[in-house]
């Protein structure tokens, strides 16, 4: 009776074991196939790998063979545009340097007008030559007084105006304000700025005395360029 029992018991222990088992592959079968869908197994007939390379997949460009011919002009096209270029900037170095070798011959012309005088009441105003330096049109003058009485100058009266008759900003630095009668020339210089100067080609200035304004020194045609 007692073997009996253990017999029994061994088989109700397999069977439970057997279904453990079987129930255990029929869960993972149904997992693995759950992750595994979507995936293809890859098509291997050499029909369907042609028909594969021939489609160009989705977002990419096809692969286009350029003809020698067509390579060929691009390039001769490029080396003709790069030895344009090159020319262009050679031109543009000769004209800068040509610039820079007639820019003391055409300072020696313009300053070959100079000196430009002006004289009133024993008072003389000399503007003795034009140069630029940066962005700035400096005018070396002199005033010299050969009279009997001081003369009073306000220099912010300074006028002057170029050859289409347009008033200009001007300053004057290092002339006295009181110019005394001893026949002393006392130097300065008169600054305009060259942005104000386009198209100008000639300057006019006026300074009158003040505050009576009895007398006028004019000085016109100063060439800038």
Known sequence: MKLNSTVALTLVLLVLMLGAGLVSGM??????????????????????????????PAGTQPLVMLKEADIIKSVNVRKQGKGKQAKA????????????????????????????????????????SVQQQQDTLLLDVSLKNEGDQPVKFLYSFLDVTDNRGRPLSASAEGLPGE???????????????????????????????????????????????
């Open 179 to 225: 110019l005394p009668p001893n026949g002393e020339s006392f130097s300065g210089t008169v600054s305009i700025p060259t942005s104000v100067l386009e198209g100008a080609d000639r300057l006019s200035l006026t300074l009158t005395d003040y505050p009576d304004q009895q007398l006028r020194l004019q000085t016109s045609d100063i060439p800038v360029r």
């Open 89 to 128: 900037d050679k031109n543009d170095e000769a004209s800068e340097k040509r610039t820079k070798s007639l820019s003391p011959s055409e300072s020696t012309a313009t300053n070959a007008a100079f000196p430009i005088v002006s004289k009133d009441k024993g008072v003389t105003l000399e503007i003795r």
């Open 27 to 56: 869960w993972g079968f149904a997992l693995g196939h759950e992750a595994l869908k979507g995936v293809s197994q890859p098509d291997a007939r050499p029909t369907a790998k042609t028909k594969n390379y021939k489609e160009t």
